[in-house]
């Protein structure tokens, strides 16, 4: 029915997986899934990528973690997890419960990290793919982070190509230079699709005690204010690929998803707004609907790459 993120008009498929509807949760803001699923009907959702997965678990950095910036949020988590193997021991299995499509998130901070916990992955049933993030230091060769050379970057992609049946999507990092040549790295080195931004690097600054807001001292910057820069990122990279495009970064109601898919994006994720209100995917998909049928939209893929640009 109108509003339903169900309805027809948000079918739609990424990397050849049928989804509901267009609006997937982020990782890192929706834990392992299954810890939503008293606020909100997992079965609706157009899909889920879970919090970052490493070949051991981490207990991350030093609280404080969470500051709130104008117009949006840093974090510090450090990328705390279970581990893998706790994963798909203790997760996973209650997320199979769900007929929804599950990205597993993959982080190192070496080639052979990345490729061991999609190993492990690919023996267990229940995923729909994996998403990459790369914004890591590759600590093996001098901490040149795998998402600001293309050429690591594809040395990356291409290990866990080898590894995986699974699609595989690569989240790329906004903290370079120009982001085409990232994501040209990435489809040429196998990525079934590629998901941007990642948050910013950021500083907040205590005045009392003159020492920085976060333990870790930066912090990643997302929420509604990175949403213009995020904007600018996706159109870029959709013009330089032919792959899908995922977009997030600060999208908060449905015509914020609107305008990512206007840019080029495919389908989009959903981070900070689940901070505040955590039934954020399913309010975001019911508003695009609306959106679609208050345009006489009959399909959400049309949509897709409609910007008008007449710049060279």
Known sequence: MAGDPVSERLATTLCGIPLRNPVLAASGTFAYGVEFAPVLDLRRMGGIVVKG???????????????EAEAGMMNSIGLQNI???????????????????????????????YVEVVRVLEDHEGLAGYELNVSCPNTKHGGIFFSSDPQQLGQLVAAVRQAARRPLMVKLSPNVAKIEPLAQAAEQSGADAISLVNTFVSLAIDLKTRKPRLGAGFGGLSGPAIKPIALRLVFEAARAVKIPVVGLGGIATGEDAAEFLVAGATAVEVGTATFWDPRAPLRIASELDRFLKREG????????????WNRT
């Open 53 to 67: 997965l490493s070949r051991e678990p981490m207990a991350g950095n030093a609280p404080p973690r969470v500051w």
């Open 83 to 113: 581990g893998v193997r706790a994963f798909v021991k203790e997760k996973l299995p209650a997320l199979r419960e769900y007929d929804t499509p599950v990205f597993a998130n993959v982080f190192g901070y070496a080639l052979e990290d």
């Open 297 to 308: 939209i009959a399909r959400v893929g049309k949509l897709v790459g409609t910007l008008e």
